[in-house]
Nanobody
């Protein structure tokens, strides 16, 4: 059974940090690209950052550049999103998704699998 399980969300003040985790199981982790997405109330889900689990290449949305860092521990089949200098506009439900293939697949194709999300709330 394929599973993506997010954790690490919570309530933090503006300027603070959180580290999200996405634990994957049930598929060949090294053959997939993993993405972090977020959805704020009343808004569409948007991609935040992606990583190719095979070669470690990464991509960041403009809103995440310089503040967020995505990384992968292939021994644990887990992808992390370190979020620093958080802003209230970073609030939302954060989801991880997985798509078979490279970073290009993550950027241009729908995810094959999704987690259920973890809530991040940044207070001002």
């Amino acid at each position: 059974e394929v599973q993506l399980v997010e954790s690490g969300g919570g309530l933090v003040q503006a300027g603070g940090s959180l580290r999200l985790s996405c634990a994957a199981s049930g598929f060949s982790f090294d053959a997939y690209a993993i993405g972090w997405f977020r959805q704020a109330p009343g808004k569409e889900r948007e991609g935040v950052s992606y990583i190719d689990s095979n070669d470690g290449s990464t991509y960041y949305a403009n809103s995440a550049k310089g503040r967020f860092t995505i990384s992968s521990d292939n021994t644990k089949n887990t992808v992390y999103l370190q979020m620093n200098s958080l802003k209230p506009e970073d609030s939302g439900v954060y989801y991880c998704g997985a798509v078979e293939g490279s970073l290009v697949a993550a950027l241009y194709y729908d995810m094959d699998y999704w987690g259920k999300g973890t809530l991040v709330t940044v207070s001002s």
